[in-house]
């Protein structure tokens, strides 16, 4: 079993979504940026996301800890579901213990766009921003809330690959070129977001793959299909490897354990921090380090 530590308290995650970028795409077309934050974190460039491998579906796991069996959104169209049973999404968690929730995405059309607030509001986001079409122009719009918001969860989800893997094909000259530019606005990311800063976790992964069974889509069992790279990183995080087996599930269970909240049943992800043995006066103590730990 592979470990890893989170030294010091973790007060901030900010959750880093490209969407559509293939583990392989990261070797082969030299992402310096991701390449480098992999490096000096802990990382897995042999994860899984989930079934159906498609955003709304992954977004809606990655949100509420569930499978997209419970939290109901199946299929890659973004909509209000019918939940089967209770969830508990990760902002409404973070809220009840009075850390905020800010997410950042690309711009909608406005007929999209009471629907997109109201789906945000339900999942529990106190600040939401449609604004700007690529990498570069979500990451401007965060920008503020990077140097303002230092406790909760800020998400910024970047569509530049997927876009470009369904317009040409994934790993296309075209699809290089929008994966280039989310490493380029992850180098801008990591220059303000301060990564030596212990109390920020930055996760960064991907919600799908692509051109698995079909050129220019994801939705497959197909392994290039539903493998993801899933790096943690900042200062507290130890650098390793980390081992097979892990989930775009696991996330949500991951991020609410680093902010020293308890996971909900609901959620079909594990925690990757090693529960923690603490005193009965742990309220009023510092955390000790956590330990990733890894099958
Ligand atoms: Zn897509």
Redesign the pocket.
């Known amino acids: 079993m592979q470990q890893l530590m989170i030294n010091g308290t973790v007060r901030r995650v900010v959750l880093v979504v490209l ?2 970028l293939r583990p392989d795409a990261i070797t082969q077309f030299g992402l310096q940026n991701v390449l480098r934050l992999a490096r000096n974190g802990a990382s897995t460039f042999d994860a899984r996301t989930v079934s159906p491998s ?2 709304a579906a992954a977004m809606g796991s990655l949100l509420t800890g569930a499978d997209p069996a419970r939290h109901g959104v199946q299929s ?1 169209r973004f909509h209000i579901p019918r939940t089967a049973g209770p969830i508990h999404p990760v902002a409404h968690e973070l809220a009840r213990a009075g850390m905020p929730s800010s997410g950042y995405m690309a711009h909608v059309p406005w007929l999209m766009r009471g629907l997109a607030h109201r789906m945000v509001a339900k999942l529990g986001f106190g600040t939401v921003r449609f604004r700007g079409v690529g990498a570069l122009e979500i990451l401007a719009s965060a920008r503020a809330s990077l140097r303002d918001q230092r406790t909760g969860l800020l998400l910024m989800h970047w569509p530049d690959a ?1 876009d470009a ?2 317009k040409f094909g994934w790993m296309s000259p075209q699809y290089a070129e929008a994966a280039r530019t989310m490493d380029a606005a992850l180098g801008l990311f990591m220059k303000i977001a301060s990564l030596d800063d212990p109390s920020t976790l930055v996760v960064v992964l991907a919600d ?1 793959g ?1 051109g698995g069974r079909t050129l220019r889509g ?1 939705n497959s069992d197909h392994e290039l299909d539903r493998t993801i790279p899933l790096i943690f990183a900042g200062a507290g995080v130890r650098p390793a490897t980390l081992g097979a087996g892990l989930s775009l599930v696991d996330v949500p269970a991951t991020i609410l354990t680093a902010l020293g909240l308890p996971v909900p049943a609901s959620y079909a992800g594990r925690s990757l921090l090693a529960p923690r043995r603490l005193p009965a006066t742990a309220a009023v103590l510092p955390r000790p380090a956590g330990t990733l730990a890894v099958a």
Request: charged residues 25%; without cysteine; glycine residues 28%.
């Open positions: 969407d559509g498609v955003t890659d997927d893997g369904h799908h692509g994801h």
